[in-house]
């Protein structure tokens, strides 16, 4: 017997394939806005899996996940449903903003309200017509604008599952991160419904390398919950770093800003990661690493008022098993 599935009235029966547009507000000349779905449900009952991106609008390269996933021709195989939805937020993507027209965060509106706010509304929609009818879920997101993230996953990980999942994904670091207030996270976990977040790249670009480990990623996970075939053991995924906890290094000064460390670098107290310099280059001031850990995540504007984050360190307690070169195949040298 099959779990009947219907998103915007429209059911999806097992074997069918369905694109679906999820109908929002209009714009000032009527136009409809609307967010693009993909439905793949396989032959054999199993797990329904949302996979979003874009819910800030100017992070695209979860769109370009999304694009590739749907490719591969392993998806053949699958038992259960994949719903797919390359961009949520339709409007901020359209006008290359990380925002809804009137400036508010969709990730911080969840779990949203039929009557309320625009942002609200979408919220609204996509918890009923998308989460509300999964088992699990895994959300794309990149560093905000100017700002590069090293491809990890964050989670909670005091859910096992979601443990069980961030480290079958296989980026190179999971980090513990409890969810924003608001955030699509906070509302999927709240339904115990297992969920990663995904973070690699920075807005507004395509960073193949962040793609390639996305979209493995997420097979992977579909291989660990029985959509897809399992992998013998010897081509799992490498086991993750694991952090518990990150902070941001902040400038001590306003002014230009020239890093001496990159993503993926190991770094210790003490070790001086960049300089603030004035525009005659007579006077620097060293920025040093205040703690063990890796850098996950950093600034690409080399400018910096003071208190501006420059660097995001994830605090490893056994930083010195991390080398540099393990992390470094996960870069792409031409756009440290």
């Known amino acids: ?54 819910i800030h ?3 695209i390269n979860g769109v370009d996940i999304v694009r590739r ?32 027209p009137d400036r508010r965060d969709l990730n911080r509106s969840f779990p949203g309200e039929r009557h309320g706010s625009l942002a609200s509304q979408v919220a609204y929609i996509f918890r009923t017509e998308i989460v509300e009818k999964c088992t699990h879920g895994i959300d794309l997101h990149t560093g905000a604008i100017h700002r590069r993230n090293l491809p990890q996953i964050r989670a909670d990980l005091s859910v096992p599952e979601n443990l069980i999942l961030a480290k079958a994904f296989g980026a190179p670091v999971v980090l513990n991160a409890s969810a924003r207030d ?8 709240e339904r115990r419904i297992p969920v990663l977040l995904y973070e690699a790249g920075t807005a507004l670009r395509f960073d193949n390398k962040a793609s390639k480990v996305g979209v493995d990623g997420i097979i992977n996970v579909m291989r660990a919950i029985g959509m897809l075939p399992t992998l013998d053991a010897a081509d799992a995924a490498k086991e993750p770093y694991i952090a518990y906890s990150s902070n941001w ?3 001590p ?19 001086q990661l960049g300089l603030i310099t ?24 080399p400018l910096a008022n003071e ?26 040298p031409g756009i440290l």
């Open 1 to 54: 017997m099959y779990k009947e599935l219907v998103i915007a009235g429209q059911e999806i029966l097992p074997g069918d394939h369905a694109k679906i547009a999820l109908t929002l507000a209009k714009l000032y000349d009527f136009t409809d806005m609307r967010i693009p779905v993909y439905v793949m449900r396989g032959e054999e009952d199993g797990p329904t899996l949302f996979v979003s991106a874009a």
């Open 57 to 59: 609008g100017d992070e």
């Open 69 to 100: 996933l749907l490719k591969k021709k392993i998806l053949r195989q699958i038992r259960g449903t994949l719903i797919a939805i390359p961009i949520v937020n339709v409007f901020g993507f359209n006008d290359k903003s990380r925002y809804l």
């Open 182 to 189: 608001g955030s699509l996270r906070e509302m999927v976990q």
């Open 249 to 251: 290094v902040r400038a």
């Open 253 to 271: 000064l306003g002014g230009i800003f020239i890093a001496r460390k990159h993503l993926g670098d190991v770094v210790k107290k003490g070790d």
């Open 278 to 301: 004035n525009p005659f280059g007579d006077h620097e001031h060293a920025i040093i690493s205040p703690y063990d850990g890796v850098i996950i995540g950093y600034s690409q504007l």
């Open 307 to 332: 208190g501006d984050g420059v660097f995001h360190i994830a605090r490893m307690e056994k930083s010195a098993e991390v080398t540099s070169e393990e992390l470094y195949p996960y870069i792409d």
